[in-house]
Protein backbone atom coordinates (compact mmCIF):
# COMPACT_ATOMS: atom_id res chain seq x y z
CA UNK A 1 0.00 0.00 0.00
CA UNK A 2 2.61 2.13 0.97
CA UNK A 3 4.69 1.27 -2.40
CA UNK A 4 1.58 2.16 -4.69
CA UNK A 5 1.24 5.39 -2.41
CA UNK A 6 4.62 6.68 -2.99
CA UNK A 7 4.54 5.74 -7.07
CA UNK A 8 1.26 7.80 -6.87
CA UNK A 9 2.84 10.72 -5.83
CA UNK A 10 5.63 10.04 -8.03
CA UNK A 11 3.34 10.41 -11.07
CA UNK A 12 1.71 13.53 -9.70
CA UNK A 13 5.42 15.26 -8.97
CA UNK A 14 6.26 14.61 -12.33
CA UNK A 15 2.95 16.31 -13.80
CA UNK A 16 3.48 19.40 -11.99
CA UNK A 17 7.09 19.50 -12.94
CA UNK A 18 6.08 19.59 -16.26
CA UNK A 19 3.15 22.27 -15.71
CA UNK A 20 5.73 24.60 -13.75
CA UNK A 21 8.15 23.52 -16.88
CA UNK A 22 5.65 24.94 -19.42
CA UNK A 23 4.28 28.04 -17.56
CA UNK A 24 8.04 28.76 -17.45
CA UNK A 25 8.50 28.16 -21.18
CA UNK A 26 5.08 30.19 -22.37
CA UNK A 27 6.38 32.94 -19.72
CA UNK A 28 9.89 33.02 -21.58
CA UNK A 29 8.99 32.54 -25.42
CA UNK A 30 5.43 34.56 -25.77
CA UNK A 31 5.87 36.96 -28.39
CA UNK A 32 9.60 36.78 -28.07
CA UNK A 33 11.15 38.90 -30.31
CA UNK A 34 8.68 41.35 -30.32
CA UNK A 35 8.46 41.98 -26.59
CA UNK A 36 10.59 44.12 -25.88
CA UNK A 37 11.04 45.65 -29.70
CA UNK A 38 14.15 47.32 -30.66
CA UNK A 39 18.00 46.17 -29.57
CA UNK A 40 19.44 47.80 -26.71
CA UNK A 41 23.10 49.67 -27.36
CA UNK A 42 24.51 46.86 -24.56
CA UNK A 43 22.58 44.13 -26.44
CA UNK A 44 23.74 45.27 -30.38
CA UNK A 45 27.05 45.95 -28.80
CA UNK A 46 27.66 42.59 -27.40
CA UNK A 47 26.04 40.95 -30.53
CA UNK A 48 28.78 43.31 -33.09
CA UNK A 49 31.53 42.35 -30.94
CA UNK A 50 30.92 38.04 -31.64
CA UNK A 51 30.24 39.24 -35.43
CA UNK A 52 33.66 40.86 -35.49
CA UNK A 53 35.48 38.39 -33.23
CA UNK A 54 33.88 35.45 -35.72
CA UNK A 55 34.44 36.89 -39.05
CA UNK A 56 38.10 38.59 -38.12
CA UNK A 57 39.59 37.77 -34.71
CA UNK A 58 39.08 40.91 -33.16
CA UNK A 59 36.76 43.13 -31.63
CA UNK A 60 35.21 46.34 -33.01
CA UNK A 61 38.60 48.35 -31.39
CA UNK A 62 40.43 45.80 -33.26
CA UNK A 63 41.20 44.08 -29.98
CA UNK A 64 42.28 40.47 -30.98
CA UNK A 65 40.26 38.19 -28.77
CA UNK A 66 39.66 40.27 -25.68
CA UNK A 67 39.35 38.90 -22.50
CA UNK A 68 37.36 41.74 -21.65
CA UNK A 69 36.07 44.30 -24.29
CA UNK A 70 36.40 48.06 -24.44
CA UNK A 71 33.14 48.48 -25.82
CA UNK A 72 32.36 52.48 -24.78
CA UNK A 73 35.50 52.74 -23.03
CA UNK A 74 34.68 51.89 -19.62
CA UNK A 75 34.89 48.08 -20.75
CA UNK A 76 31.73 45.64 -21.32
CA UNK A 77 32.22 41.99 -19.86
CA UNK A 78 32.87 39.51 -22.91
CA UNK A 79 31.44 35.99 -21.59
CA UNK A 80 28.00 36.51 -23.17
CA UNK A 81 29.52 37.64 -26.45
CA UNK A 82 31.66 34.36 -26.99
CA UNK A 83 28.42 32.43 -26.06
CA UNK A 84 27.13 34.19 -29.44
CA UNK A 85 29.53 33.53 -31.62
CA UNK A 86 27.87 30.10 -32.39
CA UNK A 87 24.89 31.38 -32.82
CA UNK A 88 25.63 34.13 -34.84
CA UNK A 89 27.84 31.72 -36.74
CA UNK A 90 24.85 29.44 -37.70
CA UNK A 91 22.10 32.03 -37.89
CA UNK A 92 23.48 35.17 -38.51
CA UNK A 93 23.54 38.37 -36.59
CA UNK A 94 19.85 39.99 -35.63
CA UNK A 95 17.56 40.64 -32.01
CA UNK A 96 16.28 36.90 -32.13
CA UNK A 97 19.76 35.83 -32.24
CA UNK A 98 21.21 37.78 -29.62
CA UNK A 99 18.78 36.96 -27.24
CA UNK A 100 18.22 33.43 -27.73
CA UNK A 101 20.78 32.13 -25.45
CA UNK A 102 19.40 34.13 -22.68
CA UNK A 103 16.39 33.09 -23.16
CA UNK A 104 17.12 29.53 -22.94
CA UNK A 105 19.58 29.80 -19.61
CA UNK A 106 16.05 31.45 -18.19
CA UNK A 107 14.23 28.08 -19.51
CA UNK A 108 17.42 25.74 -18.34
CA UNK A 109 17.63 27.36 -15.00
CA UNK A 110 14.39 25.68 -14.14
CA UNK A 111 15.47 22.24 -13.63
CA UNK A 112 18.38 23.48 -11.78
CA UNK A 113 16.70 25.32 -9.19
CA UNK A 114 14.41 22.37 -8.35
CA UNK A 115 17.62 19.90 -8.32
CA UNK A 116 19.40 22.73 -5.49
CA UNK A 117 15.48 22.81 -3.22
CA UNK A 118 15.45 18.74 -3.83
CA UNK A 119 18.92 18.58 -2.58
CA UNK A 120 18.39 21.37 0.19
CA UNK A 121 14.57 20.30 1.45
CA UNK A 122 12.22 18.20 -0.20
CA UNK A 123 10.55 17.46 -3.33
CA UNK A 124 7.56 19.59 -2.18
CA UNK A 125 9.91 22.39 -1.41
CA UNK A 126 11.79 22.47 -4.55
CA UNK A 127 8.74 22.14 -6.92
CA UNK A 128 7.58 25.33 -4.85
CA UNK A 129 10.92 27.46 -5.72
CA UNK A 130 10.82 25.99 -9.13
CA UNK A 131 7.14 27.51 -9.75
CA UNK A 132 8.26 30.61 -8.01
CA UNK A 133 11.31 31.23 -10.06
CA UNK A 134 8.99 30.01 -13.27
CA UNK A 135 6.36 32.76 -12.60
CA UNK A 136 9.23 35.95 -10.98
CA UNK A 137 8.90 39.03 -12.86
CA UNK A 138 12.28 39.61 -12.20
CA UNK A 139 13.40 36.55 -14.05
CA UNK A 140 11.21 36.74 -17.00
CA UNK A 141 11.71 40.32 -17.84
CA UNK A 142 15.40 39.69 -17.38
CA UNK A 143 15.72 36.61 -19.55
CA UNK A 144 13.65 38.31 -22.66
CA UNK A 145 16.76 40.52 -23.45
CA UNK A 146 20.46 40.38 -23.81
CA UNK A 147 22.66 42.91 -21.66
CA UNK A 148 25.77 40.36 -20.84
CA UNK A 149 25.25 40.41 -17.50
CA UNK A 150 21.74 39.07 -16.86
CA UNK A 151 23.69 35.63 -18.02
CA UNK A 152 25.15 35.90 -14.17
CA UNK A 153 22.21 33.95 -12.24
CA UNK A 154 22.26 31.27 -14.64
CA UNK A 155 26.66 31.02 -14.67
CA UNK A 156 26.28 31.03 -10.92
CA UNK A 157 23.35 28.84 -10.38
CA UNK A 158 24.90 26.03 -12.44
CA UNK A 159 28.19 26.24 -10.79
CA UNK A 160 26.12 25.82 -7.57
CA UNK A 161 24.16 22.75 -9.09
CA UNK A 162 27.66 21.42 -9.97
CA UNK A 163 28.78 21.93 -6.27
CA UNK A 164 25.90 20.68 -4.66
CA UNK A 165 25.86 17.15 -7.31
CA UNK A 166 30.14 17.10 -6.37
CA UNK A 167 29.26 15.45 -2.76
CA UNK A 168 27.86 12.67 -4.39
CA UNK A 169 30.41 12.41 -7.45
CA UNK A 170 33.56 14.42 -6.82
CA UNK A 171 34.03 15.01 -10.34
CA UNK A 172 31.19 17.84 -10.63
CA UNK A 173 33.78 19.65 -8.66
CA UNK A 174 35.73 20.39 -11.46
CA UNK A 175 32.36 21.73 -13.50
CA UNK A 176 31.43 23.54 -10.43
CA UNK A 177 35.15 25.19 -10.51
CA UNK A 178 34.92 25.65 -14.15
CA UNK A 179 31.62 27.77 -13.86
CA UNK A 180 32.30 29.92 -11.49
CA UNK A 181 35.50 31.22 -12.91
CA UNK A 182 33.38 31.72 -15.99
CA UNK A 183 31.21 33.90 -13.82
CA UNK A 184 34.07 36.43 -13.70
CA UNK A 185 33.49 37.06 -17.52
CA UNK A 186 29.96 37.66 -17.04
CA UNK A 187 29.41 40.85 -14.79
CA UNK A 188 32.16 42.42 -12.92
CA UNK A 189 30.54 42.32 -9.61
CA UNK A 190 31.81 38.61 -9.52
CA UNK A 191 35.42 40.41 -8.89
CA UNK A 192 34.21 40.43 -5.00
CA UNK A 193 31.61 38.15 -4.83
CA UNK A 194 33.32 34.99 -5.80
CA UNK A 195 36.11 35.34 -3.33
CA UNK A 196 33.51 35.86 -0.92
CA UNK A 197 31.48 32.65 -2.01
CA UNK A 198 34.59 30.41 -2.18
CA UNK A 199 36.13 32.02 1.61
CA UNK A 200 33.01 31.36 2.99
CA UNK A 201 32.03 27.53 1.75
CA UNK A 202 35.47 26.23 0.80
CA UNK A 203 37.44 25.26 4.05
CA UNK A 204 34.02 23.35 4.46
CA UNK A 205 34.20 21.60 1.64
CA UNK A 206 37.88 20.69 2.10
CA UNK A 207 37.56 19.58 5.87
CA UNK A 208 34.35 17.41 5.22
CA UNK A 209 36.78 15.00 3.47
CA UNK A 210 33.61 14.05 0.86
CA UNK A 211 35.32 14.80 -2.06
CA UNK A 212 38.50 13.82 -2.75
CA UNK A 213 41.77 15.65 -2.99
CA UNK A 214 42.60 14.97 -6.36
CA UNK A 215 39.36 16.64 -7.63
CA UNK A 216 39.52 19.89 -5.36
CA UNK A 217 42.92 20.21 -6.67
CA UNK A 218 41.92 20.03 -10.43
CA UNK A 219 39.23 22.11 -9.90
CA UNK A 220 41.27 24.83 -8.34
CA UNK A 221 44.25 24.56 -10.08
CA UNK A 222 41.31 25.14 -13.28
CA UNK A 223 39.41 27.90 -11.53
CA UNK A 224 43.29 29.62 -11.25
CA UNK A 225 43.94 28.88 -14.96
CA UNK A 226 40.63 30.42 -15.95
CA UNK A 227 40.83 33.22 -13.76
CA UNK A 228 44.12 34.62 -14.15
CA UNK A 229 43.20 36.93 -17.40
CA UNK A 230 40.54 38.56 -15.54
CA UNK A 231 43.20 38.71 -12.68
CA UNK A 232 45.56 40.64 -14.67
CA UNK A 233 43.18 42.75 -16.24
CA UNK A 234 42.39 44.18 -13.15
CA UNK A 235 46.20 44.71 -12.09
CA UNK A 236 46.76 46.03 -15.51
CA UNK A 237 43.62 48.83 -15.09
CA UNK A 238 44.10 49.39 -11.98
CA UNK A 239 47.43 50.36 -12.28
CA UNK A 240 47.17 52.04 -15.27
CA UNK A 241 49.66 49.43 -17.33
CA UNK A 242 50.33 48.70 -20.88
CA UNK A 243 48.15 45.67 -22.19
CA UNK A 244 49.32 42.58 -22.53
CA UNK A 245 49.25 40.01 -25.16
CA UNK A 246 49.28 35.74 -24.17
CA UNK A 247 49.35 34.63 -27.94
CA UNK A 248 46.51 35.88 -29.65
CA UNK A 249 44.52 36.71 -26.32
CA UNK A 250 44.59 40.30 -25.54
CA UNK A 251 44.32 41.78 -22.01
CA UNK A 252 43.46 45.10 -22.92
CA UNK A 253 43.85 49.03 -21.28
CA UNK A 254 40.84 50.90 -20.87
CA UNK A 255 40.99 54.23 -22.34
CA UNK A 256 38.95 55.74 -19.09
CA UNK A 257 38.46 54.66 -16.18
CA UNK A 258 37.35 51.27 -15.46
CA UNK A 259 33.64 50.44 -14.40
CA UNK A 260 34.40 48.43 -11.51
CA UNK A 261 36.80 51.42 -10.41
CA UNK A 262 34.20 54.07 -10.63
CA UNK A 263 31.16 52.06 -8.50
CA UNK A 264 33.28 50.28 -6.18
CA UNK A 265 33.89 52.28 -2.60
CA UNK A 266 37.51 51.18 -2.64
CA UNK A 267 38.22 53.67 -5.13
CA UNK A 268 35.92 56.61 -3.42
CA UNK A 269 37.43 59.56 -1.54
CA UNK A 270 35.64 58.95 1.49
CA UNK A 271 34.62 55.02 1.18
CA UNK A 272 33.13 54.52 4.87
CA UNK A 273 30.49 57.30 3.68
CA UNK A 274 29.53 55.62 0.40
CA UNK A 275 29.19 52.20 2.07
CA UNK A 276 26.24 53.45 4.44
CA UNK A 277 25.11 55.07 1.26
CA UNK A 278 25.21 51.81 -0.77
CA UNK A 279 23.97 49.86 2.07
CA UNK A 280 20.68 52.52 2.00
CA UNK A 281 20.12 51.84 -1.40
CA UNK A 282 20.78 48.11 -0.92
CA UNK A 283 17.72 48.16 1.40
CA UNK A 284 15.35 50.37 -0.66
CA UNK A 285 15.85 48.72 -3.63
CA UNK A 286 15.25 44.81 -2.01
CA UNK A 287 11.98 46.65 -0.38
CA UNK A 288 10.09 48.79 -3.19
CA UNK A 289 11.56 46.10 -5.78
CA UNK A 290 11.90 49.06 -8.38
CA UNK A 291 14.64 50.95 -9.90
CA UNK A 292 14.90 53.70 -12.01
CA UNK A 293 15.33 51.98 -15.71
CA UNK A 294 12.18 50.54 -17.11
CA UNK A 295 14.00 47.52 -18.88
CA UNK A 296 14.31 45.86 -15.31
CA UNK A 297 11.00 45.62 -14.36
CA UNK A 298 7.07 46.11 -14.34
CA UNK A 299 5.51 48.70 -12.68
CA UNK A 300 3.62 47.24 -9.68
CA UNK A 301 4.85 43.80 -9.71
CA UNK A 302 8.75 44.25 -8.81
CA UNK A 303 10.69 41.30 -8.89
CA UNK A 304 8.43 39.12 -7.33
CA UNK A 305 4.98 40.66 -6.55
CA UNK A 306 6.03 43.93 -4.70
CA UNK A 307 5.20 43.38 -1.30
CA UNK A 308 6.95 39.86 -0.46
CA UNK A 309 10.72 41.16 0.86
CA UNK A 310 9.26 40.46 4.56
CA UNK A 311 8.44 36.80 3.14
CA UNK A 312 12.32 36.73 2.41
CA UNK A 313 12.93 38.02 5.64
CA UNK A 314 11.27 34.92 7.46
CA UNK A 315 12.73 32.74 4.83
CA UNK A 316 15.85 33.48 5.85
CA UNK A 317 15.62 32.85 10.31
CA UNK A 318 14.09 29.09 8.98
CA UNK A 319 17.64 28.52 6.44
CA UNK A 320 19.64 29.90 9.71
CA UNK A 321 17.45 27.96 11.99
CA UNK A 322 17.85 24.77 9.76
CA UNK A 323 22.14 25.47 9.68
CA UNK A 324 21.63 26.01 13.74
CA UNK A 325 19.91 23.08 14.87
CA UNK A 326 20.34 20.45 12.53
CA UNK A 327 23.03 18.06 10.91
CA UNK A 328 21.31 17.00 8.01
CA UNK A 329 22.59 19.17 4.72
CA UNK A 330 24.23 21.35 7.25
CA UNK A 331 26.56 22.16 4.40
CA UNK A 332 24.30 22.24 1.55
CA UNK A 333 21.94 24.82 3.13
CA UNK A 334 24.74 26.80 4.54
CA UNK A 335 25.90 27.19 0.85
CA UNK A 336 22.74 28.24 0.36
CA UNK A 337 23.35 30.78 3.14
CA UNK A 338 26.82 32.16 1.72
CA UNK A 339 25.41 32.54 -1.68
CA UNK A 340 23.07 34.93 -0.17
CA UNK A 341 25.77 36.79 1.81
CA UNK A 342 27.86 37.22 -1.22
CA UNK A 343 25.18 38.70 -3.05
CA UNK A 344 25.03 41.22 -0.03
CA UNK A 345 28.30 42.10 0.00
CA UNK A 346 28.01 43.38 -3.66
CA UNK A 347 24.94 45.83 -2.39
CA UNK A 348 27.86 46.95 0.07
CA UNK A 349 30.04 47.90 -2.17
CA UNK A 350 28.09 49.14 -5.10
CA UNK A 351 25.20 51.02 -5.48
CA UNK A 352 23.33 48.77 -6.76
CA UNK A 353 20.12 48.46 -9.10
CA UNK A 354 18.48 45.20 -10.82
CA UNK A 355 21.00 44.58 -13.06
CA UNK A 356 23.97 45.19 -10.73
CA UNK A 357 22.48 43.14 -7.63
CA UNK A 358 21.15 40.56 -10.17
CA UNK A 359 22.89 37.48 -8.18
CA UNK A 360 20.50 37.93 -4.79
CA UNK A 361 17.06 37.06 -6.60
CA UNK A 362 17.47 33.72 -7.17
CA UNK A 363 18.26 33.32 -3.28
CA UNK A 364 15.68 35.90 -2.07
CA UNK A 365 13.01 33.87 -4.20
CA UNK A 366 14.36 30.87 -2.84
CA UNK A 367 13.92 31.91 0.77
CA UNK A 368 10.50 33.24 0.08
CA UNK A 369 9.77 29.62 -1.02
CA UNK A 370 11.00 28.35 2.13
CA UNK A 371 8.60 30.61 4.65
CA UNK A 372 5.99 29.21 2.66
CA UNK A 373 6.83 25.65 2.76
CA UNK A 374 7.67 26.31 6.53
CA UNK A 375 4.07 27.96 7.07
CA UNK A 376 2.36 24.82 5.25
CA UNK A 377 3.57 23.10 8.22
CA UNK A 378 1.62 24.95 10.66
CA UNK A 379 -1.24 25.83 8.67
CA UNK A 380 -2.96 23.59 6.06
CA UNK A 381 -3.52 25.01 2.71
CA UNK A 382 -0.95 27.55 2.73
CA UNK A 383 0.72 26.61 -0.19
CA UNK A 384 -2.35 25.87 -1.98
CA UNK A 385 -3.47 29.48 -1.24
CA UNK A 386 -0.25 31.14 -1.48
CA UNK A 387 0.66 29.45 -5.20
CA UNK A 388 -3.17 30.46 -6.42
CA UNK A 389 -2.91 33.98 -5.15
CA UNK A 390 0.73 34.22 -7.06
CA UNK A 391 -0.73 32.79 -10.19
CA UNK A 392 -3.42 35.30 -10.18
CA UNK A 393 -0.31 38.15 -10.13
CA UNK A 394 1.34 36.19 -12.81
CA UNK A 395 -1.42 36.17 -15.36
CA UNK A 396 -1.84 40.13 -14.09
CA UNK A 397 1.89 40.52 -14.89
CA UNK A 398 1.45 39.11 -18.13
CA UNK A 399 -1.11 41.22 -19.29
CA UNK A 400 0.60 44.57 -18.15
CA UNK A 401 4.22 42.95 -19.69
CA UNK A 402 2.70 42.71 -22.67
CA UNK A 403 0.03 45.06 -22.42
CA UNK A 404 0.20 48.59 -24.97
CA UNK A 405 1.56 51.03 -22.20
CA UNK A 406 4.98 48.89 -21.15
CA UNK A 407 4.87 47.89 -24.58
CA UNK A 408 5.24 52.32 -25.72
CA UNK A 409 7.85 52.43 -22.83
CA UNK A 410 10.12 49.64 -23.90
CA UNK A 411 9.69 50.93 -27.20
CA UNK A 412 11.63 54.21 -26.57
CA UNK A 413 14.03 52.51 -24.08
CA UNK A 414 15.32 49.70 -26.49
CA UNK A 415 15.47 52.37 -29.68
CA UNK A 416 12.91 50.61 -31.69
CA UNK A 417 12.37 51.57 -35.21
CA UNK A 418 16.30 52.11 -35.11
CA UNK A 419 17.85 49.38 -37.78
CA UNK A 420 15.51 49.13 -39.88
CA UNK A 421 15.57 52.80 -40.13
CA UNK A 422 19.19 52.73 -41.17
CA UNK A 423 18.63 49.59 -43.49
CA UNK A 424 16.30 51.82 -45.63
CA UNK A 425 18.74 54.71 -45.34
CA UNK A 426 21.15 52.37 -46.67
CA UNK A 427 19.41 50.66 -49.35
CA UNK A 428 17.71 53.72 -50.77
CA UNK A 429 20.91 56.44 -50.84
CA UNK A 430 24.52 56.60 -51.50
CA UNK A 431 25.07 59.96 -49.69
CA UNK A 432 25.93 60.69 -46.34
CA UNK A 433 23.32 59.24 -43.54
CA UNK A 434 23.23 61.41 -40.81
CA UNK A 435 21.85 59.99 -37.10
CA UNK A 436 19.98 61.95 -34.62
CA UNK A 437 23.25 63.16 -31.84
CA UNK A 438 19.89 62.66 -29.23
CA UNK A 439 19.68 59.04 -30.32
CA UNK A 440 22.64 57.47 -27.27
CA UNK A 441 24.89 55.30 -29.03
CA UNK A 442 23.60 55.15 -32.40
CA UNK A 443 26.57 54.40 -34.03
CA UNK A 444 26.30 51.17 -32.66
CA UNK A 445 23.52 50.46 -34.78
CA UNK A 446 25.27 51.77 -37.88
CA UNK A 447 27.74 48.85 -37.39
CA UNK A 448 25.00 46.41 -36.69
CA UNK A 449 23.27 47.15 -39.89
CA UNK A 450 26.51 47.92 -42.35
CA UNK A 451 29.32 45.52 -40.69
CA UNK A 452 32.13 47.32 -41.92
CA UNK A 453 35.41 45.81 -40.70
CA UNK A 454 37.27 47.59 -38.15
CA UNK A 455 39.98 48.73 -40.81
CA UNK A 456 38.04 50.98 -42.54
CA UNK A 457 37.05 53.18 -39.92
CA UNK A 458 39.71 52.71 -36.29
CA UNK A 459 42.25 54.89 -38.41
CA UNK A 460 39.83 57.51 -39.18
CA UNK A 461 37.58 57.63 -35.59
CA UNK A 462 37.32 61.43 -33.98
CA UNK A 463 35.67 60.72 -30.57
CA UNK A 464 32.99 63.52 -29.59
CA UNK A 465 32.75 63.71 -26.11
CA UNK A 466 30.65 65.88 -23.78
CA UNK A 467 32.10 69.27 -22.70
CA UNK A 468 30.60 68.70 -19.23
CA UNK A 469 31.90 65.43 -18.91
CA UNK A 470 35.03 65.25 -20.59
CA UNK A 471 36.22 61.91 -19.06
CA UNK A 472 32.92 60.43 -20.27
CA UNK A 473 33.54 56.58 -20.98
CA UNK A 474 30.11 56.69 -23.36
CA UNK A 475 32.44 58.25 -26.26
CA UNK A 476 30.86 58.69 -29.64
CA UNK A 477 32.64 58.83 -32.96
CA UNK A 478 32.12 61.43 -35.13
CA UNK A 479 31.92 59.68 -38.33
CA UNK A 480 32.07 56.16 -39.60
CA UNK A 481 32.35 55.44 -43.49
CA UNK A 482 29.04 57.29 -44.47
CA UNK A 483 27.31 57.93 -41.52
CA UNK A 484 27.41 61.10 -39.66
CA UNK A 485 26.44 61.61 -35.79
CA UNK A 486 26.52 65.23 -35.08
CA UNK A 487 23.38 66.91 -37.29
CA UNK A 488 25.82 70.08 -37.78
CA UNK A 489 27.97 67.60 -39.54
CA UNK A 490 25.66 67.36 -42.88
CA UNK A 491 24.08 70.76 -42.88
CA UNK A 492 25.91 72.23 -45.74
CA UNK A 493 25.07 68.75 -47.57
CA UNK A 494 21.86 69.16 -49.72
CA UNK A 495 21.99 65.19 -50.16
CA UNK A 496 22.42 64.07 -46.61
CA UNK A 497 20.06 61.94 -45.31
CA UNK A 498 18.70 62.01 -41.77
CA UNK A 499 17.57 59.43 -39.23
CA UNK A 500 15.91 61.48 -36.99
CA UNK A 501 13.64 60.78 -33.39
CA UNK A 502 9.81 61.85 -34.10
CA UNK A 503 9.45 65.54 -34.19
CA UNK A 504 12.91 66.56 -35.20
CA UNK A 505 13.40 68.07 -38.16
CA UNK A 506 16.45 68.10 -40.57
CA UNK A 507 18.90 71.21 -40.59
CA UNK A 508 18.11 72.06 -44.38
CA UNK A 509 14.49 73.69 -44.56
CA UNK A 510 14.56 74.75 -48.49
CA UNK A 511 15.52 70.42 -49.13
CA UNK A 512 12.36 68.60 -50.28
CA UNK A 513 12.42 64.96 -48.49
CA UNK A 514 10.70 61.57 -49.05
CA UNK A 515 9.61 60.74 -44.84
CA UNK A 516 9.51 57.12 -44.43
CA UNK A 517 8.56 56.37 -40.80
CA UNK A 518 10.02 53.60 -38.07
CA UNK A 519 8.48 53.17 -35.17
CA UNK A 520 10.22 55.73 -33.68
CA UNK A 521 12.21 57.54 -36.23
CA UNK A 522 11.78 59.33 -39.45
CA UNK A 523 13.85 58.68 -42.23
CA UNK A 524 14.62 61.97 -44.50
CA UNK A 525 15.42 61.05 -48.09
CA UNK A 526 16.28 64.39 -50.35
CA UNK A 527 13.38 63.80 -53.13
CA UNK A 528 16.63 64.29 -55.74
CA UNK A 529 18.03 61.18 -54.37
CA UNK A 530 15.09 58.90 -55.71
Not at 92 to 101: D, E, H, M, Q, T
Not at 369 to 387: D, R
Request: glycine share 4%.
Amino acid sequence: MLQIKSLRQIIQNYWVFIFILIIGIFARTWEFGNIPAGLNPDEASSGIEAYYIYKYGIDRNGISYPVHLISWGSGQNVFYTYLLIPFVAFAGLSANVIRFPIMLSGILSLPLIYYVGKKLFDEKLALLVMFFLAISPWHIVNTRWAVESNILPFVFLLGFTFLLASHHAGIWFIFSCLCFALCLYTYGTTYIAIPVFFMLTLPLVFFRGEIKTKYIVIGLLLFSLIALPILLFIIINTLKLDPLRLGSITIPRLPVEARYESLAVFFESNPLQSLFHNISIMLKLLWEQEDAFIWNFVEGFGYFYKFTFPLAIVGLFYLIHFIKNSKEKLLERWMLLAWLISAVVIGIVHPVNLTRFNLIFIPIIFLIALCIWKFNQYFKHTIIFTVSLFFIGFIFFNLAYHGKAYEQKSKEAFNAGIIPAIQYASENSDSLICISDTIRFGYIYTLFVSKIHPSEYLNQLEWILPEEHPLDPARTPRAINIFRFQIADCALDPNAVYILKLKELPPNTEVKYKIKRFIKYDVFIPKNEQ
